[in-house]
């Protein structure tokens, strides 16, 4: 009998040494997991203020640490074009009055963890598109914002350690009524933006605006 322990204790010991590791694989793989999932840069947007026109694009920053915003990108459909615009530079908020400090100057700017920015009125950024487009030579068939279909809001900004920039884009359909256009997101949730080559593409997208 204690022979036969003897003889298949190696067996045993390997076995249970085994399972040891497995189980530990399972941990380090949960461990990592969340901690991805804490490191990992998560940018919100949403409209407030109403549903109309007027009603404001805000920018939320649910990461663990702080996201400097580096560019902010609309992108309308109209009439079965897509007019793109770079809207970081707040030339409509400085036209409309309503921003004081460095929000009335630039788009651009450090985003704290927890903390929202609003980036102006849906209508405004309408505005904006439409002047880029028309100084860009693009032809309209009348107003953007009487002709806009869906807008899509991009953000573009620089994360911890990050060697790429980091994304996130939501889009909002225009909805016609008798009492005036409304918005309505086409998307539950924030799309982040973490393919590497959809990353690269951005930057270089960004870096011929420069």
């Known amino acids: 009998m ?26 380090l793989q949960i461990f990592v997991g969340g901690h991805r999932r804490q490191i990992k840069p998560m940018l919100v947007i949403n409209h407030g203020e109403g549903r109309a026109m007027n ?3 805000l920018v939320t920053n649910m990461s663990k640490e702080p996201v400097h915003i580096q560019s902010v990108v609309a992108k309308v459909l109209a009439d079965g074009n897509t007019h793109t615009a770079y809207i970081t530079d707040a ?11 460095w929000q009335r100057m630039t788009r651009q700017g450090p985003l704290q963890p927890g903390t929202m920015v609003d980036m102006g009125t849906f209508d405004c ?4 598109a439409e002047w880029t487009a028309l100084e860009n030579g693009e032809k309209l068939l ?6 806009a279909t869906t807008i ?5 900004g620089i994360y911890g350690s990050e060697d790429l920039l980091i994304g996130a884009s939501r889009k909002f359909d225009v909805a016609r009524a008798t009492n005036g256009s409304g918005l309505q997101a086409s998307e539950a ?20 605006q420069l």
């Open 189 to 208: 949730l924030t799309r982040q933006i973490t393919r590497r080559h959809e990353r690269k593409r951005l930057l270089k997208e960004l870096n011929d």
């Open 152 to 156: 899509e809001i991009i953000i573009l």
């Open 125 to 128: 950024i309408l505005e904006y």
């Open 142 to 147: 009348g107003k953007l914002e009487e002709h």
């Open 91 to 101: 030339e409509d908020i400085r036209r409309a009055g309503v921003a004081t400090g």
């Open 2 to 27: 204690l022979e036969s322990l003897l003889k298949f204790a190696p067996i045993a010991s390997a076995a249970a040494s085994i399972g040891t590791l497995c189980i530990w694989a399972v941990y």
């Open 55 to 57: 009603a404001h694009c």
